[in-house]
């Protein structure tokens, strides 16, 4: 399958950067420190940030709360990136789309020094444009983050494709206008546009005009 694009926006964790040991251990003892079932908490957390994690799982707590234990959460996954690797692909996915020249951001829940110290561990570079937690009011499943990146790389959004791996990101990109790449064994569930098992399944090129050609294997 090949298609044109404008641009590529690109979730991280499960999309490039493997986190998952690090993600499962801090929720899972979030979740028994909380009286939770961590298997409800590891049901909702991906792709969403964390103090809107926290806010689903226990409703009556006050933000403030909730705003103050996801600020430690992060610092926690900021400091823990032992086991953090690439996502097979993810490296020569962005090399191709910084040699061919074609637009693309990084558009995630984490905050901006997450992403830096999971992307360094993985051994990945940083894309130019980067939307982090800071960048929008509202996390995915909401399309903000997608639409902003759209914006700061000035294409318009339904030229854009988005490669996620989270039912939240999944959603996100599509309320957005976008068409969406799934990466991941169960990603599809999400009715994403396309689905390939990771990053090695999608190829970037220039057509002959010099647009963008995304091909998925």
Known sequence: MATSAS???????????????VVERLWTQWSLDHGVDPAQTLAIIHGRQGQDSMALLLPDRPHEVNLAENAAMLAAETAQTEGVVAIPGAADLLAALAHEGVPYALVTSATTELATARMRAAGLPMPPVVIAAADVSRSKPDPEGFLAGAAALGVDAARCIVVED????????LAAGMRVISVGPHAAEAGPTWTVSDARGIHVSRDADGGAVVTLD
């Open 7 to 21: 641009a590529v926006l690109l979730d991280m964790d499960g999309t490039l950067v493997d986190s998952h040991a």
């Open 166 to 173: 989270s039912a939240n990101g999944i959603a996100a990109g």
